[in-house]
């Protein structure tokens, strides 16, 4: 199989104000690496008219289908029916199948409700796809030059039907030429920037799927190749290469690393420790250092110093240079990181201090007045101003993301040590 | 106008792997209080044949349809050109509304793009919506018994354009009468039973729409009530005061307040400040407190003692308590709040220390156990243990929300002080 699919998702609770059908996201990578493109998506909700509707709109639209969600055993569920009723196939007794189900429940303990049993109802002619994580099976169908997969809506329940059951059974009809993606990431410059210096690897390739994706701090390169996957991977390599010769050592890591993630990797290799003192990120550099699992290793703590006898009292700032330069400053801001360190007795410490907003903001200090400062047990020490632009949450995201840039130099050999 | 409509979003950017239409939800709750229901959401990119399918699909499923994205000046901008098509309307140059564009490039000092002009082509016989935060104005278009409204794609713009232009065009063709939401909020609960509690409430109004959406720490009651504005509040007043008569003081909020912000206020009414000792959080709680702008009012910082020698330095935690108890023990929460108490001099001090996971779980303190600890000037001491599920990221959150629900039951003078 090869060409183009639609991805609809089931559920009234789709329709609402606060959930978005995030399985489509999975599922569109998926389809890429098996050749196949999503031309459209729809939520739709358990009104059987409406669900008949959309899945003959959908039908219409590319000639395979992937359905997420109504499977399961209430009243709402009413995919499975739909979709059988729109083929004109019956639903039969799979009696294999309810035995299964029955002991399901009669492991945990618990009788199986009656409800449960329709469960056990399969499209007649259909493929059924187990869902080892969960109760209800999921079905494919083939029939009039037409494909549907019918998976759960649950998240790990879909996974792990595709994985194991669809995907395979959808590739053997494939040339085994995917689209296959890949994301390099930069931290700390300018989206402009970023394009300005990729602008030549990508023209160079007119035919490669490129994007750039920007985030408060981050700006993504996403590029695809098509073919079998050890030819996709060689393209993949080549691109990011010349990628890489066009940014340097400005992309730090690929796919699924984080900027905290290899920062983290960094320290430990070196067996460095870090502490930290911030101030107008008020703990976020440190929740995202720790967010990282094992970052105990080298991470010893922080001191949130929000209140200026803090800032005196933990990271050993002056009481001179508080009351001459401010909290926001240079100074300070180095004086907080050469503290964190002594406190913490750390190799290496970043400090921060700022005006993250909406209030605090000063005509000589405004709203985004962000200081940076990095003092090492080797001597090393830097300092970075940076106005930021954007609300309260996008200056303290882009700030902690400036710190682990800083950071991430010091630890490469990089760091212009100079007044910025 | 009432009744039901349908959402549609283009732009091939929505059918890669990283975005999401999050525009919809929006749109969602705005449709919901003009009493039209949202009966199927579709994505699309800009492919014209798919497009112009899209549009008369959505067409059959619903009489209002409100599409956002593509009315840019680049030629992958065709949502106008489509609709026109669709409904057998011109596209015509408004010389209006190319002198505003050419001034509003002006005021910038740029000369605009030739590209630009066609944003001043309008569909035929269509309301022009503008847009005073970008260069593409949008449209509302009746014709044949349905009505399509043309938003941007940009969030702000979108926003800006549906509350000043569309919104009030579609509220005239109403009878006022919407379905309005209310959400109350409690946290540290389990789902199960703040549904036990909140089910008398919802069974003796089965007409209202009920919903529990449930997040790590959080549990939202959500409902609705139909009618004009002021016949709705009544409703929802009544419906609210009920559910606070089954769930009392651990309803913390309503709508758009935050766990974070109510305990926020709390403390500055009393005049309180409050300080952290934080260790598997890693600075997650004190990163929420600062997240609520002005928390400088009373949050004075945070020790994010990671490591045990920080405990010690700056939490004036005992050794001997370490070297006895462990760090994740009753006995160290207690000394990490009395600790920070003491380090900052604040009225109040939580403090934190578990086991988050993936690693450092042992059979007597397996992941998932933590302890959290309040230390008030009053002499008030309280300790919870909690055993958590679910993996790093979620015992984490669920932590902050258990510690902000403890500090929330002392501020309001709630607190059962005994062992749990």
């Given at each position: ?79 499975k ?41 399969v499209i007649?002619?259909a493929v059924v796809l ?7 099976p999921g079905y494919l169908l ?8 019918l ?270």
């Amino acid at each position: 199989m090869s060409g183009i699919a639609s991805i609809l998702a089931v559920g009234t609770e789709l329709l609402g104000t606060t959930r978005l059908d995030t399985n489509s996201l999975f599922l569109t990578g998926e389809l890429a690496a098996l050749g196949i493109r999503v031309v459209r998506k729809a939520c739709v909700g358990d009104a059987w008219d409406e669900l008949v509707a959309e899945i003959r709109a959908a039908l219409e639209a590319a000639p395979l289908l992937v359905i997420t969600g109504g499977l399961g055993p209430t009243d709402d569920d009413r995919t499975k029916e739909a979709v059988a009723h729109v083929f004109g196939r019956a639903l039969v007794r799979d009696e294999e199948i309810l035995a299964r189900l029955v002991e399901r429940f009669r492991k945990r303990g618990i009788t199986m409700p009656k409800v449960n049993e329709k469960q056990a109802d399969v499209i007649e002619g259909a493929v059924v796809l187990p869902n080892p994580r969960g109760s209800a099976p999921g079905y494919l169908l083939e029939a009039g030059g037409r494909t549907v997969v019918l998976l759960p809506g649950v998240p790990v329940e879909m996974k792990g039907m595709w994985t194991d059951g669809a995907r395979p059974l959808l590739a053997r009809g494939t040339d085994g030429r995917g689209l296959h993606l890949r994301i390099l990431k930069t931290a700390g410059l300018p989206e402009s920037l970023v394009e300005e210096r990729a602008k030549p690897v990508y023209e160079a390739h007119p035919d490669v799927p490129f994007t750039i994706l920007a985030s408060p701090g981050e700006v993504l390169l996403q590029f695809a190749a098509r073919g079998t996957k050890a030819e996709a991977t060689e393209l993949l390599d080549r691109l990011e290469s010349d990628f890489r010769k066009a940014l340097g050592a400005d992309i730090f890591g690929r796919d699924e690393e984080t900027l905290e993630g290899v920062v983290g990797d960094l320290l430990r290799t070196r067996s460095f420790t870090l502490s930290l003192a911030e101030s107008c990120t008020g703990g976020g550099l440190a929740a995202r250092i720790t967010d990282v699992p094992g970052s105990s290793d080298y991470f010893l703590g922080a001191a949130v110093t929000y209140a200026n006898e803090a800032k005196r009292e933990i990271a050993y700032v002056a009481e001179e240079t508080l009351l001459r330069h401010g909290a926001v400053s240079e100074e300070s801001a180095r004086e907080m990181a050469a503290g964190a360190r002594r406190r913490f007795s750390s190799t290496v410490a970043l400090a921060i201090t700022g005006v993250a907003g909406p209030g605090g903001g000063t005509p000589e200090k405004p709203v985004g007045t962000v200081h940076i400062a990095l003092d090492a047990a080797d001597g090393t020490r830097a300092h970075r101003k940076v106005m930021l632009p954007g609300e309260r949450a996008m200056i303290r995201r882009w700030t902690t993301a400036l710190a682990l840039v800083l950071l991430r130099q010091y630890l490469m050999g990089r760091l212009e040590t100079g007044r910025t």
